[in-house]
């Protein structure tokens, strides 16, 4: 079965700070990967996605995330944080396993920015 | 620009009241989900559909209902609302291929008394 681990529940940087949200997945198939943002109040928002076209993967308001297959990793960064960075993310994996080809998140990280 | 629209926003209902929570989509996505979303904010998958007159249970077991006599209308129920049941529900839908994201809801937080 394909699964997705976000290391760490809280993650919290300074103002233009570099952001780092790490992701690792299962999968014994190439995957298709995905990147979500909650803002409070709000459903999920795609920030990027893998497709196996490119490895480093660009999305919006600045983050991407670099697919590495020896690691099994698809971290998402962002040079420089700003306050309304902050958010719930959520990395996801397509399983391809299933006819209803069902998403499958991870348990979120909380980004706080601290001015 | 909302493609996506789930009523109502927020609802607080009494123990024992039967409610629907709607959800309509308008890009002709054949696939719909309904996701349930506790305090610590993980998704679970409580009910998907693949098209019209399809509905499957999640991964999440879950005492409501589906239907899906439309393409474009995924509405949840329950029958007889329970505090357990308080919490946030999120509608998504995508299209057929693997690859495709899901397009979300802004939710309806329900709050059962």
């Known amino acids: 079965a394909q699964s997705v681990t976000q290391l760490g529940s809280h993650v919290s940087v300074s103002e233009g700070a570099l952001v780092l949200l790490r992701c690792n997945y299962s999968s014994s198939v190439p995957p298709y990967l995905f990147w979500y943002v909650q803002y409070p109040n709000q459903g999920l928002q795609l920030l990027l996605k893998?497709?196996?076209?490119?490895?480093l993967v660009k999305g919006i308001n600045g983050f991407e995330a670099e697919f590495k297959k020896s690691e099994t990793s698809f971290h998402l960064t962002k040079p420089s944080a700003h306050m309304s960075d902050a958010a719930e993310y959520f990395c996801?994996?397509?399983?391809?396993?299933?006819?209803?080809?069902?998403?499958?998140f991870g348990s979120g990280t909380r980004l706080s920015i601290r001015p | 620009e909302a493609d996506i629209y789930q009523t109502p926003r927020y609802l607080v209902i009494g123990t024992g009241k039967k409610i629907t929570l709607e959800c309509s989509q308008t890009?002709?996505?054949?696939?719909m989900y309904w996701y349930q979303q506790d305090p610590g904010m993980e998704l679970h998958l409580i009910h998907y559909?693949?098209?019209?007159?399809?509905?499957e249970k999640g991964d999440l077991s879950s005492e409501s209902t589906v239907s899906r006599i439309r393409t474009e209308h995924f509405p949840l129920t329950l029958e007889s609302a329970r505090p357990s049941h308080t919490s946030q529900y999120l509608c998504?839908?995508?299209?057929?291929?693997?690859?495709?994201?899901?397009?979300f809801g802004n939710g309806t937080r329900l709050t059962v008394t």
């Open positions: 890009m002709g996505h054949d696939k």
């Open positions: 998504a839908s995508s299209d057929r291929s693997y690859n495709s994201p899901l397009h």
């Open positions: 996801a994996v397509s399983d391809v396993y299933s006819s209803a080809s069902k998403i499958i």
């Open positions: 559909s693949y098209g019209v007159n399809s509905t």
């Open positions: 893998y497709t196996s076209a490119a490895t």
